[in-house]
T-cell receptor, first 116, second 112 residues
Framework: IAGITQAPTSQILAAGRRMTLRCTQD?????MYWYRQDLGLGLRLIHY???????GKGEVPDGYSVSRANTDDFPLTLASAVPSQTSVYFC???????????????FGNGTRLTVT | RKEVEQDPGPFNVPEGATVAFNCTYS??????FFWYRQDCRKEPKLLMS???SGNEDGRFTAQLNRASQYISLLIRDSKLSDSATYLC?????????????FGTGTRLTIIP
């Protein structure tokens, strides 16, 4: 079934540890995104990639890095996790970059991360 | 003022009733508008795009009011399965760069 796969589904992580959240899509979408969702704040964009080989910063990029070596994969890395990074993380993709009215977002089923 | 603003609710509505909620946006250059639905502990899923002329999909009607800068979602003959959080999404344009911005969501509960 075509879609976006995120892993892990959930994780408890000690502060200071490094963690990579995985995201893979098989829809051949050009653009991919990482969001975090926190109660009362909605979804906030962390990083995005409009096409393989390029990345950009979103609204809340500090403490996170991404890479886009190919079309399908867009991993998100927390180099040294802090408790404020406790959140639900959603990966998403779209056929083209943000702002195209014909290209809504398709989301993965999320990763619940708790940093202790 | 927030770029995209929604009444968080909750809206508690009896089954079969009609319910409507709005979402206001601050960027007059916005061109793309969507409604997403998010069930508890699940990912957001596209409910419908919002077109300038308004559009309908079954029991759901979405409308855009550019003059007052808001979009609306109307649900007729509400079902228990309509209980969810509804997210408004707007593309916000800053200095030629566009990004999709999410509202915090409106929580809807349909009561039997």
């Amino acid at each position: 079934i075509a879609g976006i796969t995120q892993a892990p589904t959930s994780q408890i992580l000690a502060a200071g540890r490094r963690m990579t959240l995985r995201c893979t899509q098989d829809m051949r979408h050009n653009a991919m995104y990482w969001y975090r969702q926190d109660l009362g704040l909605g979804l906030r964009l962390i990083h995005y990639s409009n096409t393989a080989g390029t990345t950009g910063k979103g609204e809340v990029p500090d403490g996170y890095s991404v890479s886009r070596a190919n079309t399908d994969d867009f991993p998100l890395t927390l180099a040294s996790a802090v408790p404020s990074q406790t959140s639900v993380y959603f990966c998403a993709s779209s056929d083209s970059g943000q702002g195209n009215g014909n290209s809504p977002l398709h989301f993965g089923n999320g990763t619940r991360l708790t940093v202790t | 003022r927030k770029e995209v603003e929604q009444d968080p609710g909750p809206f508690n509505v009896p089954e079969g009733a009609t319910v409507a909620f709005n979402c206001t946006y601050s960027n007059s250059a916005s061109q793309s508008f969507f409604w997403y639905r998010q069930d508890c502990r699940k990912e957001p899923k596209l409910l419908m795009s919002v077109y300038s002329s308004g559009n309908e999909d079954g029991r759901f009607t979405a409308q855009l009011n550019r003059a007052s800068q808001y979009i609306s979602l109307l649900i007729r003959d509400s079902k228990l399965s309509d209980s969810a959080t509804y997210l408004c999404v707007v593309n916000v344009v800053h200095f030629g760069n566009e990004k999709l911005t999410f509202g915090t969501g409106t929580r809807l509960t349909i009561i039997p």
